[in-house]
């Protein structure tokens, strides 16, 4: 199983991006997908998460309201759209599968390795 996440870079606070994830080895349908992120000298913290239907999501205070997680099933990708970027979302951002949606790491199966996004002040 891989899971690759893409889509980071640097943009100036205020600006946008949108980071894309693919899992390649599993039956995508049947995941939730969630997103996390750490900063330098920090601890990996949840972002977002969406069930595997796409029914349901799941956001960090942080970033309710700038940011947005939905899925394509047909395509088998994930998506995590984050307007209104600030400095403090300076992180590399982690995709993650597991049979839950939910904010504990642990209950992930399966990680990506992560895309780094900076965000200028």
């Known amino acids: 199983v891989q899971l690759q996440a893409s889509g980071g870079g640097l943009v100036q606070a205020g600006g946008s991006l949108r980071l894309s994830c693919a899992p390649s080895g599993l039956s995508f349908s049947d995941y939730g997908l969630g997103w996390f992120r750490q900063a330098a000298r920090s601890e990996r913290e949840f972002v977002a998460a969406?069930?595997?239907?796409?029914?349901?999501?799941y956001y960090a205070e942080p970033v309710k309201g700038r940011f947005t997680v939905s899925r394509d099933n047909a395509k088998s990708t994930a998506y995590l759209q984050m307007n209104n970027l600030k400095p403090e979302d300076t992180a590399v951002y982690f995709c993650a599968a597991g049979r839950l949606a939910v904010k504990d790491a642990s209950v992930y199966d399966y990680w990506g390795q992560g895309t780094l996004v900076t965000v200028s002040s």
């Open positions: 969406v069930t595997w239907s796409g029914g349901s999501t």
